[in-house]
């Protein structure tokens, strides 16, 4: 009879080993195929993102003037949609692999750069240095990573009374994002609206985005997203409880402090430059953890693609909804943003009461 049992056992824990197995293999199989579809969705993206608007070149076309024979559509096109077109992916990128770090850091759900304020204070930062230091222009993405910094610890600071409770961040976070944005939009007023650098940081507007933007950008964003594969296994400890992290040898705090900091340096930079996005960094992140799982090594990557897409899918719908007229994708995202965070806000256990 024992050796009945045993058998059984063995069986059973036999059969569970090939389910899990498995399971893991679809979940790979899952996760490839969220990878290269949303590439391909990408780069179908870029392509149409050219050629909405006035002007159309073909991609025979395109090629020609750009490396045979100069066309001066392909020149128009080039001056004027390529900074665009490429600053909304590094921004969305950007923010959204923000977003998933800042996530693992507070443990909280529904942490965004836009809703718990990193946004608003790295873009109120950019505002100043523009209004009343343009000759510093260069180091507006220092001045916004400043901004971004001191709006972090303005609520990881006033959110903690003897640890931190999601709630009291996300609340924290709204009144510090309201306070900057007001404090943006009022330099906007005081500099009578006129100036379109300031305009385009308060309203996050990147219609007049030039190459020099992009060149400013690109290797920021570039440094932080190495830096944030530099973490993926630290933000899988922090998942865990602070006292099995620890007993594992990380040193929490510190390395809250380090992820925290490559965080706002990607939400700040991109602000900077694109204006302050929210819902971004929490929607890409979710949807993320649905198709490639929670493990960071598949989540920052993909979710850093899946920011690209999403953040130039909003700016080439408003700028073709209403053409010849223009939304803002900071307004799109906003009305696709809003529901969703309700949802999330309802469906987790965490607010349920």
Known sequence: MKQINKDSGRDNRAVEGREDLQRKKKKKVRATASFLITAALLLILFFAAINIGSLQVGFVKLLW???VEYDSNVAAVWDLRFPRIIISMLAGAGIAASGVLFQAVLKNPLAD??????SSGAGFAAVLMTAFAPAWYFFTPLAAFAGGVAAFFMVYCLSWKGGLSPLRIILTGVAVDALFTGLASACNSM???NMSGVASIVEANITQKTWEDVYTLLPYIVAGLFLAMLFIGECNLLSLEDKTAKSLGMNVNATRICISLVAVLLASISTAIAGAISFLGLI????GRILVGSDHKALVPFSALAGAFTFLLADTIGRSIAAPYEVSAAVIMSV???PFFIILLRRSKKYAN
Do not use: C, D
């Not at 750069?113 to 990193?118: F, V």
């Not at 890409?284 to 949807?287: A, K, L, M, Y």
């Open 113 to 118: 750069p836009g809703i718990i304020g990193i």
């Open 191 to 193: 500099t009578g609206g």
């Open 284 to 287: 890409v992140p979710h949807i």
């Open 65 to 67: 003037g750009l490396f």
């Open 336 to 338: 696709v943003g809003g």
